[in-house]
């Protein structure tokens, strides 16, 4: 499986994005999909993460309810909707995937891995 990450860019504190990860090469229709990011000089943090129905999700307390994770199969896309973004959400974001479905945090359970988008709020 491979991944590709896109629509990051650079947005005021307050505004939105919406990132976007193609899977290419098989379907991740079975596959739990997760995002997490990492900001310079800090380990890679985990964001949201979804099952492959949609069906289990989580996110990180520091972006529950500004950021939601969402998935169309039938165009193998996993999103995530950023709004309300901080400074502190400055960031590399990639998204990866999990082919034992298991929407977990830990980023050892994904086996696939993008290759980032660079998202970064200004104040």
């Known amino acids: 499986v491979q991944l590709q990450a896109s629509g990051g860019g650079r947005v005021q504190a307050g505004g939105s994005l919406r990132l976007s990860c193609a899977a290419s090469?098989?379907?991740?229709?079975?596959?739990?999909m997760g995002w997490f990011r990492q900001a310079p000089g800090k380990e890679r943090q985990f964001v949201s993460t979804?099952?492959?129905?949609?069906?289990?999700?989580a996110w990180a307390v520091s972006v529950k309810g500004r950021f939601t994770i969402s998935r169309d199969n039938d165009k193998n896309t996993v999103y995530l909707q950023m709004n309300d973004l901080t400074p502190e959400d400055t960031a590399v974001y990639y998204c990866?995937?999990?082919?034992?479905?298991?929407?977990?945090?830990?980023?050892?359970?994904?086996?696939?891995w993008g290759q980032g988008t660079q998202v970064t709020v200004s104040s």
């Open positions: 990866a995937a999990d082919h034992n479905d298991r929407a977990e945090t830990r980023g050892e359970a994904y086996e696939y």
């Open positions: 979804t099952s492959s129905t949609g069906e289990h999700t």
């Open positions: 090469g098989r379907s991740i229709s079975t596959y739990a």
